[in-house]
């Protein structure tokens, strides 16, 4: 008895403890304190963007050193690997979302959030234009301001080829508002594939959920939907369940062309026995209001009845980057993107303007992966920056001394000293993307993993390997209070299912 008695005690205290630290580390954090204000003399970088990119440098960037001022359309960080999620209601869009000033309220020196929308970098003047995009305008809504350095970050937007149809028609799977978006259509119509009367022929094609883009997007969203089907709707909706279609359309002869050969075989053999039906070497030619063109591998054109299309086919430039390439006729010639040489400045600013993200044209992917790496590097080189700048400016003044004053070899060997240090940090080390693998979520609880563990590959795929999916996320989530939000949630699905309600 006094041995329970003692063990109950102990989980009595452990947990008092816990819950109490935990109380006292979310009030310290939602509660910041003062920050230093601007300072005249230091430099200012403007950050445009609240992306990973964006989001990674302003973790880790020292505010002391520079005045730091945030332009994006968005006052959050949206953490895109998880969006799928909330296109099926597995997740709370809010739970993915954290406002860019939970970050900036913590830095030493205050940071500048404006929420605004970029719409011209001139590097010569070395300002920035931005205009208010939000729905309310006050009586300013368009100003420019001055940087030192730009950091570039405002991500891709959805790639469509020009394709008729796509914008008007189909939803996208890039920003919160696009997972809502389809939540409700998807929802809307079952609804109305439930409405008394429909025939058999509109009950098929408004419960085909057509996805175009077999890249992991594509895939990811595909296994949610899935899910959704299996786990739900089969509940709610037992009369049409068995009658939703989900199809992946794809134009090149394979899925998933960034992982290894057997992780797409996997994901294939898996979506078969989910009945998904993948459509490889099959392109879209047109997206009409009910019906989408497909051109087959055998070249013949067929018309497609569906309900919802996702299109999930790549990224674009944003046209201020058109614009911005446009400015330097000679540096930026690739079409895919903006060029940086290896310390991330873009080519032809002399140092002034920092690509990082889906932005750029470089040998990485497009991943959050290396936005983020790219991100922390620029906090890194932007203190070391600082320190060769402090390092300069002595030597500069101490040059001044030994010119003016003429003064003997005591102070020269200082200089030396000091020329030395300013050389040594001068010498910034390039940016090294290091490659920690590839994930993806292919539905039933399945993940896909490429990983490179101590320099050697592995490739597996499986429930464990979904495990890892979800604890690799969870802790790659940027705050605590994300990832309590994104537990909750996950339990919440898994003892009272997804909500079907349609907002
Ligand atoms: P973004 O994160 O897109 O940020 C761009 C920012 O710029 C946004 O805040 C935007 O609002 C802002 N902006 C746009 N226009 C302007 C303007 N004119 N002025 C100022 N600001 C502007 N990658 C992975 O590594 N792993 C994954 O699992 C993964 N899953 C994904 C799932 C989905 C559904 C999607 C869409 C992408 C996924 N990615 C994943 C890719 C990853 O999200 C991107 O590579 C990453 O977001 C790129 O970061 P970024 O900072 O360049 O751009
Ligand atoms: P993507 O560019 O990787 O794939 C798009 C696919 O659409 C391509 O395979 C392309 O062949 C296909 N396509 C294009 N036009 C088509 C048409 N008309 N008809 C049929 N198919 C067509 O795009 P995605 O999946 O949006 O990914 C964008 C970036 O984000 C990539 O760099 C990707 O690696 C990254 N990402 C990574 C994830 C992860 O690691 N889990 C998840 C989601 C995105």
């Known amino acids: ?87 099926v209601g597995t997740l709370n869009p809010r739970s993915i979302i954290q406002p860019t000033r939970y970050i900036t309220r913590h830095k030493k020196r205050m940071v500048s959030v404006i929420e605004g929308t970029a719409t011209e970098v001139d590097p010569t003047a070395k300002t920035v234009t931005f205009t208010d995009s939000s729905e309310i305008q006050g009586a300013i809504s ?9 950091v570039y970050a405002v991500g891709a937007e959805n790639q469509t080829f020009g394709i008729p149809g796509v914008r008007e028609y189909g939803c996208f799977m890039k920003e919160l508002h696009d997972a809502e978006t389809l939540q409700r259509r998807f929802m809307d119509c079952v609804e109305t594939a439930a409405f008394p009367g429909q025939s058999e022929e509109e009950i098929d094609r408004l419960l085909h959920v057509i996805v175009v883009g077999g890249g992991p997007t594509g895939v990811e969203l595909s296994g949610e939907l899935h899910d959704f089907l299996e786990d739900d709707l089969k509940s709610w909706y037992p009369e049409l369940a068995g009658k939703v279609r989900l199809t992946l359309v794809e134009a090149m002869p394979s899925v998933l062309p960034m992982f290894s050969k057997k992780l797409i075989d996997y994901t294939v053999s898996t979506f078969n026995e989910e009945k998904i039906e993948v459509l490889t070497k099959t392109m879209v030619k047109e997206v009409k209001e009910k019906t989408v063109v497909l051109q087959r591998p055998d070249k013949e054109i067929v018309e497609v009845p569906y309900g919802v299309l996702v299109w999930a086919a790549g990224n674009v430039g944003r046209q201020i980057t058109r614009d911005l390439m446009a400015k330097f006729t000679e540096a930026q010639t690739n079409k895919r993107g903006l060029t940086v040489d290896d310390h991330l400045a873009l080519n032809g600013s002399n140092g002034s303007i920092y690509a990082i993200g889906d932005c750029t044209s470089t040998p990485y992917a497009a991943t959050a992966q290396v936005a983020s790496q ?15 700048d402090a390092v300069a400016e002595q030597v500069y ?12 070899e005591g102070r020269k060997g200082e200089l030396e000293k000091l020329e030395k240090a300013l050389e040594k940090a001068a010498n910034i080390r390039p940016f090294h993307y290091s490659h920690q693998g590839s994930l993806a979520y292919i539905g039933s609880d399945k993940a896909i993993a490429d990983l490179t563990i101590f320099k050697e590959n592995f490739a597996t795929g499986g429930v464990a390997t979904f495990l890892f999916w979800r604890s690799a996320y969870i802790s790659t989530l940027f705050s605590l209070r994300n990832r309590i939000l994104v537990a909750t949630d996950w339990l919440k699905v898994k003892l009272f299912g997804r909500d079907v309600s349609r907002d």
Do not use: C
């Open 142 to 150: 368009k100003t420019t301001i001055p940087y030192d350095y730009l």
């Open 397 to 408: 003044k101490l040059q001044q001394e030994v010119t003016l004053r003429g003064d003997g």
């Open 374 to 388: 790219e991100g922390a590097y620029l906090a890194r080189m932007f203190k070391l920056m600082a320190k060769r």
């Open 1 to 87: 008895r006094s041995f329970l008695q003692t063990l109950g005690r102990v989980t009595l205290a452990t947990i008092l403890t816990t819950a109490g630290g935990l109380y006292y580390y979310t009030q310290k954090d939602r509660h910041p304190g003062n920050q230093l204000p601007f300072d005249s003399t230091k430099k200012t970088i403007v950050v445009l963007g609240s992306g990973w990119g964006a989001t990674s440098l302003l973790k880790s960037l020292d505010t002391e050193d520079y005045n730091v001022i945030v332009i994006s359309p968005k006052n959050y960080f949206l953490f895109t690997p998880l969006l799928p999620s909330v296109a």
